[in-house]
């Protein structure tokens, strides 16, 4: 196993206030031998271990006050674990869910809608919301006893472990529902996180036996900062997306505060008609005019920080090759 885990972009977030909604439920059964043979037989024949079924797994609540039930499927499971003792923090992510437009009682108007993510410890429930603008930037980390009840029901299943290119590509190719999961290593060996999730999108070469897997959202925690039985700030969170050819080292799509601006200037390759794109790109001097404008005190007395975070939008746009050992799974049937 690899070490160094620091993919972080530094993100201002407040942990405070509420919005309840997740998951729950899924039942499960274990499958017959004979079918399990079968599917071993697609891949290398390798013995059995066990992987989530995330379109089976789910969070549940019951927010305090709400009147509601709910239930959200998983998108990944983490894992924070003391190497020594082998005591481990679990916490799972449920998928991003949308407020919709909802009437504002202060006001008569809407209130502005948000994209959510909802992950799950055993004790507490960390809410992410995603605004039109970094600026409106509100999670929230609250105990089970503010929050309600909040729970998840995961299912596992039987699952060939894919041990090579050649393995992934003849589970793709039988469409078996194939998992990761992905362990950092603290540097100094005594922590690791590991993260579990579907692979969604993979591809393998035509002509020789190397694949790609590029999927996600998952979360990341970072080893050498956080330690088991320690509840984490908001901001110790960091969003990701994979993207990696093997299985020691993976590049983390990583989501920060953006410039609106940021991209303005680019022109696309020509391929597929990309390159007409409906808006032209700006030029360098253009942009630069842009931003004396806005940035030049001339249009508010608000400070430039500030005016820089009113025009960022969460967005994944650094990257990170980052350590790590990863293990692919083909679920059995």
Known sequence: MASNYKPRCGNGSSVLSRRRFVSASGAAALIACAAKEVRAADVGGTSAEESIRFPRSFLYCSPTKSGI????????????????????DEYVLGVVAKTGLTPDPRTGGLAPG????????????????????????NPTVLKHEEFGRANWRL??????ALRSARDVRTALENWREVTAKTTFVSDDKARTFSVEYPVKWADFKMKSDGFRVETGP????????????????????????????????????????????????????????????KNKALTGSELNELRNAIFGGK?????????ESLLSTDHYSQVKEVAATTKLFALRD
């Open 69 to 88: 039930w709910v239930r959200v499927q998983a998108e990944c499971r983490g894992r924070l674990t003391n190497v020594a003792t082998g005591r481990t």
């Open 114 to 137: 948000y994209d959510y993510w909802i992950i799950f410890s055993k004790t507490h429930v960390f809410t992410r919301r995603s605004h039109s603008s970094a600026y409106l930037n």
């Open 155 to 160: 299912q596992t299943t039987p699952a060939d």
């Open 218 to 277: 998952v979360f990341l925690l970072d080893p050498n900062k956080l330690h088991v039985g320690q509840v984490p700030e908001f901001e110790a969170f960091q969003w990701a997306y994979f993207d990696y050819h093997d299985f020691d080292k993976v590049r983390c799509l990583l989501d920060c505060p953006t410039s609106v601006l940021a991209d303005v200037t680019f022109t696309p390759p020509k391929e597929d008609g990309r390159e007409a794109r």
């Open 299 to 307: 249009l508010t007395t608000l400070t430039q920080n500030t005016v």
